[in-house]
């Protein structure tokens, strides 16, 4: 497979440019995926420097290992979710890093391989699970959660109008037929809506069952609190969001507040404020990049330094 079928990495020039503040720091890409953000920091950095790339998905874990098997001397591939982050970079033998890259959500070879079950579009399990030894798949949620549980996953992480409707519609199917794949998923939604919205009915329903599945929003604020105990003075981390959930709560975090993921108004504290946000308005592809690269559209891009 070529490295672009695997994924083409996203705003490339203008994370590696904000994360990269001394050639021979060490530098934490925690979603290596295919390695795209990762071969440019190696491009970037001196013989000195170092890469220590995470994954929760083993497939993207085993694909960049070899992909990177030249240079083992500077980079380092560990398979671990966010709330790993602290004891993966102890584990590698390092105090502190000088920056964090975090490039959220799936790759386009998760949403391309059917039977990994997240994208409406194809016929696979009702799967979702990044990492495939975890304990929950969607079609877990959409048999056991209650009612009233789905249609606040919908609203919450899907933002999804219709999400009582579409919860009761599940929970009256589910009992005389199960839901096994993500076309009898899909099917049963779109014989709910008419026409031109469809679509993106499905993607905030489906974006909602990943969400939940892989505990996304939790783990993200996770790897921002970790990612700022080993992070050196001056230090940088950015992060590319797709969805505007994950993108308010990095903005808030850089602010020095915490958003609370289910409910919009309940914000957290953090002790101080200890970054500042190195750009002014939020970094957004190119029209060029989007029309090379359609799945850019929905990125959002912030980085910020740590001042205390
Ligand atoms: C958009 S892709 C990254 C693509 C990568 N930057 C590249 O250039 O190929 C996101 C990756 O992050 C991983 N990921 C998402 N959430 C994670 C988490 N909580 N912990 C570890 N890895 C995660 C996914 O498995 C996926 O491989």
Do not use: C
């Not at 909602?208 to 996304?216: G, P």
């Not at 003075?233 to 797709?242: E, S």
């Not at 709560?249 to 507040?257: A, D, I, N, S, T």
């Amino acid at each position: 497979m070529s490295i672009h079928d695997y994924h083409e990495a996203v705003l490339l020039n203008e994370a590696v440019s904000f994360l990269i503040t001394d050639p021979s720091g060490v530098y934490v890409d925690g979603t290596i995926g295919g390695g795209g953000h990762s071969e440019k920091i190696l491009e970037k950095i001196s013989k000195k420097g170092i890469v220590i790339g995470i994954d929760r998905d083993r497939e993207a874990v085993a694909y960049s290992k070899d992909r990177f098997k030249k240079d083992v001397s500077q980079i380092q591939i560990y398979q671990g979710a966010f709330e790993a982050l602290d004891q993966i970079v102890q584990n590698a033998g390092i105090e502190k890093i000088n920056g964090l890259l975090l490039d959220l959500g799936i790759s386009s070879h998760q949403i391309d391989e059917p039977s990994r079950g997240f994208s409406y579009l194809k016929e696979g399990p009702l799967d979702m699970r990044m990492d495939l030894q975890g304990k929950m798949t969607a079609y877990d949620v959409v048999h056991t959660y209650s009612e009233a549980s789905l249609a606040d996953l919908f609203f919450y992480y899907g933002e999804e109008r219709r999400a009582r409707q579409i919860a009761r519609k599940i929970v009256i199917w589910r009992d005389k037929e199960r839901l096994d794949s993500t076309t009898d998923l899909a099917n049963l939604i779109r014989g709910m809506s008419s026409g031109r919205f469809v679509n993106k009915t499905l993607s905030r329903i489906f974006q909602a069952l990943r969400i939940e599945v892989n505990n996304e929003l939790s783990q993200l604020k996770t790897a921002l609190k970790k990612g700022d105990d080993v992070l050196k003075l001056g230090g940088r981390v950015v992060v590319i969001a797709y969805h505007s959930l994950e993108d308010r709560l990095v903005k808030r975090f850089f602010r020095g507040e915490f958003l609370s993921f289910l409910r919009q108004d309940m914000i957290e504290p953090v002790e101080s404020r200890r970054f500042r946000a190195l750009h002014k308005k939020v970094i957004r592809p190119s029209t060029d990049e989007i029309a090379r690269n359609p799945r850019a559209r929905s990125a959002r891009l912030r980085a910020a330094e740590k001042i205390r």
